[in-house]
């Protein structure tokens, strides 16, 4: 019996870790079956302005270390004194090579070092976490209604280059054409929440319920408009670095250099959009948002699937390099390190670890 036990367990193990990276690979592989060697390292000797790519490294690097300073503004209020801003900023960094390794893995990591260097409780830091996810969500969706409502030629296109169509506008979506959609809609959403109140008291909601509650908690912390204004200040800077390290490596390539910011906005959103397939760094999904939204504005499908795989590929490791750095810089920066406690810490954490219970 015990040995089944832990078969199982070993078997949703690789499953839950490795089955997000054959995903990808199996993606990635389907992509580029017919890609040229030959055309790739042509490609990377004479066609590539590398001085481009250079200058978008920084914008990632600046993007993850607000991120960081951002979850630092979320948990000061937790502790006083409040961890040095360094530390948060350093996980956050190097959760992101962890990433890489097991996909989703760097968030639980982030959460432990933090207990590590801070003695930060993991209650404290799991509810922060969901709120920078939980805004991450907020963002992507916005650019997406963004992109819909200021540029629907743009997503009509690169729907129509794939032999779909969204429709002449917006509204043709509420016309008769669309009422059988609604209704299958309607009837879906009326039978998930039934199900959920079938279920109300089992133990996968009462996680849930949980995970909303940490939510909640985290986001109360941020009280005050100062505080909300600089935690949303904060998120709009962090996403514009994304979108330009993102942005800038078109000039890398002649046939995107004179594409500009629609269809590199277009492109970034969809390929962020993709992201949230659990694959490692976005292998697979990220490959495909911006080969289809290239090919749609006319660059061949071999010159957008070579600049998503030289793209990505430099990005990743650049990102996984920085993470690296900062996970063996955080020893030496905590070296003679050790956050002081105080009363008001004490009283903090049992506020939070009753609000929990109850």
Same mark, same amino acid.
């Given at each position: ?24 690979? *199996? ?14 390292? /042509?490609?990377?000797?004479? =066609?590539?302005?590398? %001085? ?7 914008? $990632?690097?600046? #993007?993850?270390?607000?991120?960081? &300073? ?11 004194? @409040?961890? /040095? ?6 996980? !956050?960094? $190097? ?10 893995? $760097? %968030?639980?990591?982030?959460?432990? %070092?933090?207990?590590?260097? %801070?003695? &930060? ?5 799991v509810g922060t976490l969901l709120v920078d996810r939980l805004s991450d969500m907020v ?31 917006? #509204? ?13 809609? =309607? ?9 959920? &109140? ?48 993102? &942005? ?8 995107? *250099?004179?594409? =500009? ?14 992201? *949230?397939? @659990?694959?490692?760094?976005?292998? #697979?999904?990220?490959?495909? +948002?911006?080969?289809?939204?290239? !090919?749609?504005? =006319? ?5 957008? #699937? ?19 750095? *900062?996970?063996? +810089?955080? @020893? ?27």
């Open positions: 019996y015990f040995w089944s036990v832990k078969t199982r367990h070993s078997w949703q193990w690789w499953l839950k870790n490795f089955l997000p990276l054959l995903i990808g690979l *199996a993606i990635l592989l389907y992509l580029y079956r017919h890609l040229e060697l030959a055309d790739t390292l /042509r490609l990377l000797q004479h =066609g590539v302005r590398y %001085e481009y790519l250079l200058l978008s490294l920084p914008m $990632g690097l600046l #993007g993850n270390a607000i991120r960081g &300073y951002r979850w630092h503004l979320q948990m000061r209020p937790l502790y006083t004194p @409040p961890a /040095r801003p360094i530390n948060p900023i350093l996980i !956050t960094i $190097g959760s992101y090579a962890v990433n890489f390794v097991i996909p989703r893995a $760097g %968030e639980v990591w982030r959460c432990t %070092e933090m207990k590590q260097r %801070e003695d &930060y409780t993991l209650s404290a830091t963002v992507v969706l916005a650019l997406f209604v963004a992109m819909m409502l200021f540029q629907p030629g743009t997503i009509s296109q690169i729907l129509a280059a794939q032999g779909l169509s969204l429709g002449s506008n917006l #509204g043709d979506l509420f016309s008769s054409d669309y009422t059988t959609a609604w209704l299958i809609a =309607g009837v879906s959403l009326l039978v998930i929440l039934l199900v959920l &109140y079938r279920f109300r008291k089992s133990r996968f909601i009462q996680r849930v319920r949980e995970k909303l509650r940490s939510v909640l908690q985290a986001a109360s912390t941020l009280r005050g408009w100062r505080a909300w204004s600089q935690f949303i200040a904060l998120t709009i800077l962090l996403w514009l670095f994304y979108y330009y390290f993102f &942005y800038l490596t078109f000039g890398a390539f002649a046939f995107t *250099a004179e594409l =500009g910011h629609r269809v590199a906005f277009a492109s970034f959103v969809l390929s962020t959009l993709m992201i *949230a397939i @659990p694959t490692p760094a976005g292998v #697979g999904p990220w490959h495909y +948002a911006v080969i289809i939204s290239l !090919t749609a504005f =006319g660059v061949s499908k071999a010159e957008a #699937g070579l600049f998503a795989l030289i793209v990505h590929a430099v990005q990743t490791l650049w990102t996984i390099i920085t993470g690296i750095i *900062a996970i063996f +810089a955080l @020893p030496i920066v905590n070296r003679h390190y050790k956050r002081a406690s105080s009363l008001e810490d004490t009283s903090k954490i049992k506020r939070i670890s009753y609000d929990e219970q109850s």
